[in-house]
């Protein structure tokens, strides 16, 4: 397990409010890492950014799990080092310097060791990040809080590795080879037995713009218009249905890569 920086932690209380629901909508996620990593008995793994253990608990159920907790991008990552395999969930799109983060990597994985994760593509392939929160952000009136909606696309965030040619000068400048970025679409799926309308909602005001709206807008405009703002997103969410159930759309890459030597 690697820690992250604070662009990931400040977000953090969100997800674990949320994390069964984050667990369910990543499943098909979950499953094309282990996939796709080739995990095999008495192998060692590094999850980076694990978050609420998910993938680690997964993927260590096929391997021997090393749990660490070290800063990527400045610490020498050798206390259970080398790792066999590398694997992360979403977990590597947020660091200050990626280029550092991912050679530190690299030198805590074993000679032909393997690194496998999932990253999200670009913002417009993915309206799970702004459906139902966009009702919210545009109400929010300041120019200098409304201009941060479209930051940086190479500022970390989650669609930092966004552009595939972006993303693989970052992995070959850190010594990694192999590299294979394969795009990979999947279904969030909110139901889990109901429609996902609440449990959308939750996801929205815990995390992200949402979040960001709320705490902004909530003492502005009074807990009656509150209210009725947040009426106005589980409305929206109704009127969206699939299949009786909140789905969206998911455009991810899905990366592999090899560590042909340790310098």
Same mark, same amino acid.
């Given at each position: $397990?690697?820690?992250? !920086? ?10 674990? /409010? ?6 369910? +909508? ?30 680690? /608990? ?13 800063? /990527?991008?400045? +610490?020498?990552? +050798? ?18 310097? !990626? ?18 994760? /999932?990253?999200?593509?670009?913002? +417009? ?12 952000t545009s109400r929010m009136a300041d120019a200098a809080d409304t201009s941060a909606l479209t930051?940086?696309?190479?500022? !970390?965030?989650? $669609? ?63 807990e009656s218009r509150w209210a009725g703002l947040v009426a106005q997103v589980r409305s929206h ?12 759309p998911g455009a991810t890459w899905l990366v592999t890569a090899a560590n042909s030597a340790i310098?």
């Open positions: $397990m690697i820690r992250q !920086p604070s662009a990931w932690v400040n977000g953090g209380a969100g997800w674990v /409010a949320n994390e069964a629901t984050y667990d369910r +909508a990543f499943a098909p996620v979950t499953d094309a890492i282990l996939q796709l990593a080739d995990l095999r008995v008495g192998q060692s793994l590094l999850d980076v950014g694990c978050g609420s253990g998910t993938l680690l /608990a997964a993927a260590a159920s096929r391997p021997q799990a090393a749990i660490e907790v070290a800063d /990527a991008e400045a +610490a020498e990552l +050798a206390t259970s080092a080398p790792y066999d395999r590398v694997v992360s969930r979403f977990g590597v799109m947020f660091f200050d310097d !990626p280029t550092a983060a991912f050679t530190n990597i690299r030198r805590a994985t074993a000679p032909n060791g393997r690194l496998t994760f /999932a990253c999200w593509r670009s913002l +417009a392939e993915n309206p799970s990040f702004t459906n139902g929160s966009s009702i919210l930051p940086d696309p190479t500022a !970390p965030g989650p $669609m930092a590795l966004a552009d595939a040619d972006r993303l693989l000068g970052l992995l070959t400048d850190a010594g990694w080879r192999d590299i294979m970025i394969i795009p990979f679409d999947f279904t969030l799926d909110y139901g889990a037995g109901r429609d996902g309308v609440e449990a959308r909602l939750a996801v929205i005001l815990a995390t992200g713009w949402g979040a960001r709206a709320e705490r902004l807008l909530r003492p502005e405009v009074g969410l109704h009127d969206q249905l699939v299949d009786g159930r909140v789905q969206l310098s």
